[in-house]
C-alpha cells in the first residue's frame, strides 16, 4: 500500500471523509467530507509543484503549502493530520507540530526579507535544500525533524499510542483533551 492510499484509509476510518486519486499516479487526492461535497481539502499536481489547498465555504483558497518534491508533500500532509488523527484516535498529540524549535544545523530559507511572506522550505546542516513554500515556520520546523524518514513510516508512527519507535519522545504527556474542548 503507497502512502496516499494508506492517509485515505484513515482519514475515512477517522473521520468518514471519501478519499479520491493518488499523488502519485494521477496528480491528486481530494479528502471530501460526508454529505454534501461542500468543504474538501485537496493535494494536487500543477506544473511540477504540489499542493495542499482547503476550502472555505465554497470556495478554494491560497496554497497552505507547496513542494516540488513528492517525498516532502506527503511529509507535510502526515504533519497537517498527524495530531488531529491522533486526538481523534483519544492518543496525546505530539509536540513535533507545537513549539519545537527547528533541528539543529538547519535553517529555514524565506522568501524574502519580510518574515510574514513566508519561506520557501529549509536547508540542512549539509547545504541540502527540501522545498516547501508556506507562512506556518512550525510546520518546517517539524519537517526537519521526519523529512530523512519515510513518510508512511511517519505517518505509522502518528497511529501509535506511543507514536514509537521514530516519534515517542515528541508525544505531548502534558496534553489533556479538555484543552481541545
Not at 76 to 90: A, E, F, H, S
Not at 139 to 164: F, I, M, Q, T
Request: with cysteine; proline share 9%; hydrophobic share 35%.
Amino acid at each position: 500500500m503507497d502512502f496516499s492510499e494508506r492517509l485515505g484509509q484513515v482519514i475515512y476510518a477517522t473521520w468518514g471523509f471519501k478519499a479520491t486519486g493518488n499523488l502519485e499516479k494521477e496528480g491528486f487526492l481530494d479528502f471530501s467530507p460526508p454529505g454534501p461535497p461542500d468543504e474538501p481539502e485537496v493535494a494536487d499536481l500543477r506544473n511540477g509543484i504540489y499542493s495542499f489547498y482547503m476550502y472555505e465555504r465554497n470556495q478554494r483558497g491560497a496554497p497552505v503549502f507547496q513542494s516540488s518534491s513528492l517525498h516532502v508533500m506527503e511529509h507535510c500532509l502526515t504533519l497537517c493530520y498527524g495530531n488531529p488523527l491522533r486526538k481523534r484516535l483519544g492518543f496525546q498529540p505530539l509536540r513535533l507540530v507545537r513549539n519545537l524549535p527547528m533541528r539543529p544545523g538547519w535553517s529555514l530559507v524565506p522568501v524574502d526579507s519580510k518574515p510574514w511572506h513566508g519561506f520557501l522550505g529549509i536547508r540542512n546542516s549539509e547545504g541540502v535544500f527540501f522545498s516547501c513554500k508556506t507562512w506556518e515556520d512550525y510546520l518546517l520546523s517539524a519537517l526537519s525533524y521526519v523529512v530523512e524518514y519515510s513518510p508512511l513510516d511517519v505517518l505509522e508512527c502518528y497511529l501509535r499510542p506511543d507514536a514509537g519507535p521514530l516519534l515517542s519522545q515528541w508525544v505531548d504527556l502534558e496534553w489533556t483533551p479538555e484543552e481541545d474542548e
